[in-house]
Structure formats: C-alpha cells, structure tokens
C-alpha cells in the first residue's frame, strides 16, 4: 500500500444531510448515481458504489423512495478527484 493510500484511508468520510432531487439508474433496482439538496440547499451529486448496510445504513434502490417521499437521509460519503463516491446512507430522524 502506497503513502497516498495509507492517508487517504485514514480520513473519516464526511457527511450531508438532505432530501433526494434525483436518482438515475438503469433500473428501479439500480442506482448509478443521485443528488441531494441539502439543509444549507447546495446541490451535491454522488456516484454510488458498494454501499455500507452496517448500523441501519439502506440499500441504493431505497433512495428511489425517498425521492418520492421528500424524507432526508444522511449521506456518508468520501471525495476524490473524480467526485463524491456515497458509502452510506441512513433515514435522516425527524
């Protein structure tokens, strides 16, 4: 493992809270991407991955029914030169 990887590894992932504007996939069973306003009404566009299922975190398709519903959820994720890369996300507690 190089330095670079060793230190970006250690960095904890950050973390969005909002409600989903968009979901694009090739099926309502995928999820390729999706963008969240957030509290502060920024727009932030995550790519999706293997997601973390640990601690109550969801699968990508249930971000489709947020979608609808207008219910936030809190976005783990990490930032690299090629974006914002989702690894978790959660209902939001109201």
Do not use: W
């Not at 979901?23 to 309502?28: D, F, I, Y």
């Not at 306003?37 to 920024?42: E, F, L, S």
Request: proline share 7%.
């Amino acid at each position: 493992m190089t330095a670079a990887c060793q230190v970006a590894s250690s960095i904890p992932p950050s973390i969005a809270t909002g409600v989903v504007i968009a979901v694009e996939g090739p099926s309502a069973a995928e999820v390729d991407s999706f963008s969240l306003r957030t509290d502060a009404g920024d727009i932030l566009n995550f790519s999706v991955g293997r997601l973390d299922l640990a601690g109550g975190g969801k699968p990508a398709p249930h971000l489709r029914e947020h979608l609808v519903s207008g219910e936030p959820i809190r976005v783990h994720y990490t930032e690299s030169d090629s974006g914002l890369l989702a690894i978790a996300y959660v209902d939001e507690p109201r």
